[in-house]
T-cell receptor, first 114, second 111 residues
Framework: KAGVTQTPRYLIKTRGQQVTLSCSPI?????VSWYQQTPGQGLQFLFE???????NKGNFPGRFSGRQFSNSRSEMNVSTLELGDSALYLC?????????????FGQGTRLTVV | GDSVTQMEGPVTLSEEAFLTINCTYT??????LFWYVQYPGEGLQLLLK?????DKGSNKGFEATYRKETTSFHLEKGSVQVSDSAVYFC??????????FGPGTRLSVLP
């Protein structure tokens, strides 16, 4: 079956702009989570959506937002970009119905803010 | 809050050497535990998991045992290969909604 697809793979944006990243989960998966990966902070959880509802949220400012559509596809948006937002953004999909559920990760979107 | 701690490395080994990457966690209750691997330019792939105390996860020669008494989930492999060079992340689940990851351990295996 098809894996998790993230688009675009690479993005270069200017400080102050906004950006939208997309994630298409594995068919049948209802949970989509987003993570930010940087060399200094490692993997940090942004938010998780399950059946179009945000179930959990990490400790990020309100400039970071997300949503999930009825087909489980998810988008995350970052407004008023800062240099420190440069990172690899990873999306993970899972069934989301148990603590044992495996998460499948996409290849990520590499965002560079200049 | 709940966290995952692992040796950060980098770890450099010769081919066929024995590998151990230590991982300990703090959590309320009994989380599921995972090891994920990230190859250059890629996302994370599940390597193995364990869902309850004394469970042993294994895959591709890697093993880890869920030790409740020491809150640990150390990763081991008896004989590493050059192709095992990657970054390894220990993680625990957060009530099935997301993961808490350790900082990652970069492994380099030399021929």
């Amino acid at each position: 079956k098809a894996g998790v697809t993230q688009t675009p793979r690479y993005l270069i944006k200017t400080r102050g702009q906004q950006v939208t990243l997309s994630c298409s989960p594995i068919s049948g998966h209802r949970s989509v989570s987003w993570y930010q990966q940087t060399p200094g902070q490692g993997l940090q959880f942004l938010f998780e959506y399950f059946s179009e509802t945000q179930r959990n949220k990490g400790n990020f400012p309100g400039r970071f937002s997300g949503r999930q559509f009825s087909n489980s596809r998810s988008e995350m948006n970052v407004s008023t970009l800062e240099l420190g937002d440069s990172a690899l953004y990873l999306c993970a999909s899972s069934l989301g119905d148990s603590r044992e559920a495996e998460a499948f990760f996409g290849q990520g979107t590499r965002l560079t803010v200049v | 809050g709940d966290s995952v701690t692992q040796m950060e490395g980098p770890v450099t080994l010769s081919e066929e050497a024995f590998l151990t990457i230590n991982c300990t966690y703090t959590a309320t209750g009994y989380p599921s535990l995972f090891w994920y691997v990230q190859y250059p330019g890629e996302g994370l792939q599940l390597l193995l998991k364990a869902t309850k105390a004394d469970d042993k996860g294994s895959n591709k020669g890697f093993e880890a045992t869920y030790r409740k008494e020491t809150t640990s989930f150390h990763l081991e492999k008896g004989s590493v290969q050059v192709s095992d060079s990657a970054v390894y992340f220990c993680a625990r689940d957060n009530y099935g909604q997301n993961f808490v990851f350790g900082p990652g351990t970069r492994l380099s295996v030399l021929p």
